[in-house]
């Protein structure tokens, strides 16, 4: 795997493997790399990339003032052994004034969709998301962008983010890896204490009552309502927000003839975790993701 730290390196990597007939797929992540991050890497090659290039850039743009930046979890010599090992073509690991040179201003902004929950609790977060990713995009110029669905709201970010600004990329999104006992995996998880991790299923289970008061024919707020009181027994959990929401807008909904995600973001100890569980419409069958990691391929539109 080759390891290329400017963009000319990385670009030039790219412009060879396309000269050789390869489509690139490209996974940009945060590093300290968990089997979700790797089922990207196969998402990648599943959508017909001979090449596949991994960026690993902690993007300070993304966190706000009282955010984990500074300790958010890294070990890029691991990182770069699971890469290798998975077949990664070639890895772009950026120091911040190549990609944050100085003097630099410019910004994206994705009104809508980047609004509500975590848009409102992280202010200035999908704009650091959007611009980070817009730069990788244009510097990798790849084929296809693979992305993990945990995101939830920053998938339909981006996606929003392609569609407006024509960027000539095909996005492939992966369904949410979990650990055996449900948990959402996440880099964040390094941060649970014994204590905490042992709690953090319960996070999962909260959203899978949301699931069934909706499959149940409840209201939205009765769906609500059934999430907060699956975490009452569990007082370690403070509850940032667990909701049901139209997956095209993060925003609230009474239909049922589409879709819909439970989606939530609490915090146990010091660590915010988020996750998120699909609904499928009332009339289908099988209206839940399974419970085991899948990893699946999807184009479809998200907003
Ligand atoms: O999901 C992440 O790890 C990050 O938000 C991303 C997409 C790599 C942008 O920094």
Known sequence: MRICRSIEEIRDAVVAARRGGARVGFVPTMGFLHEGHLSLVDLARASGCGFVAVSIFVNPTQFGPN????RYPRDEARDIGLLEARGVDVLFLPPVEVVYPAGHTTRVTVAGVSEPLEGERRPGHFEGVATVVLKLFNVVQPDVAAFGHKDAQQCAVIARMVRD???PVE?????TTRERDGLAMSSRNAYLAAEERAQAPRFREALDAGVAAIRRGA???EAEAAMVASLASHPAFEIDYLRIVDPGTFRTTEERDRELLAVGAVRLGRTRLIDNLRIKPLATEASVQPREAVQSRSNEERS
């Open 165 to 167: 600004l024509d960027v």
């Open 171 to 175: 996005l492939v999104f992966a369904e």
């Open 67 to 70: 955010e984990d930046f500074a």
């Open 219 to 221: 209201s939205t707020a």
